[in-house]
């Protein structure tokens, strides 16, 4: 049934909080991302938990907290290059890969964060 949202297929809170869990460290220690995020990760983890909820179909959980997300302007603070872009979408392809998320829900999310990630490109290389 196609009006079963890619949160619900999968596997819901549980999915997107390891997913999470297994991003981070790998941004953590990439030498492009470790410098623009701040040492104590846990509340970006946390924000990022409710924000990706909401993205792939489930419970709008970042909006009730913050507002619209506009994550393009909450992302100006940042020098965002498209090597920076690229080294995120590494780490998340990584992460995807580690918590198994797999098959068409895979290609979904895939597609959506790779344009989200494009979009937040807000500087050219130096
Ligand atoms: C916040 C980097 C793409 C979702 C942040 C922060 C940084 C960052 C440095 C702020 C951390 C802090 O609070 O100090 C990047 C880089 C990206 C990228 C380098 C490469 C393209 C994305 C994408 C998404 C996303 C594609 C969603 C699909 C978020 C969210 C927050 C955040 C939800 C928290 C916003 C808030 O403060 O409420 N990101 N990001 N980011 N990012 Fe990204």
Redesign the pocket.
């Known amino acids: 049934n196609e009006k079963i949202t890619i949160y619900e297929r999968i596997g819901g809170a549980e999915k997107v909080r390891q997913l999470v869990e297994a991003f981070y460290p790998r941004v953590q220690a990439h030498p492009l991302?470790k410098t623009?995020?701040?040492e104590d990760i846990q509340?970006?983890m946390e924000?990022?938990y409710l924000?990706l909820t909401q993205?792939f179909g489930g419970p709008p959980l970042?909006t009730n907290e913050?507002g619209h997300?506009m994550?393009r302007a909450?992302?100006l603070p940042?020098p965002?290059t498209p090597a920076?872009?690229e080294a995120?979408l590494s780490c998340m392809h990584e992460a995807l890969d580690e918590v198994g998320i797999s098959g068409l829900e895979r290609e979904q999310i895939w597609s959506r964060?790779v344009m989200?990630?494009h979009h937040?490109i807000n500087q050219q290389e130096k």
């Open positions: 991302l623009i995020f701040p509340p970006v924000k990022q924000f993205f970042y913050y997300p994550l909450r992302h940042f965002i920076r872009a995120w964060l989200s990630a937040m």
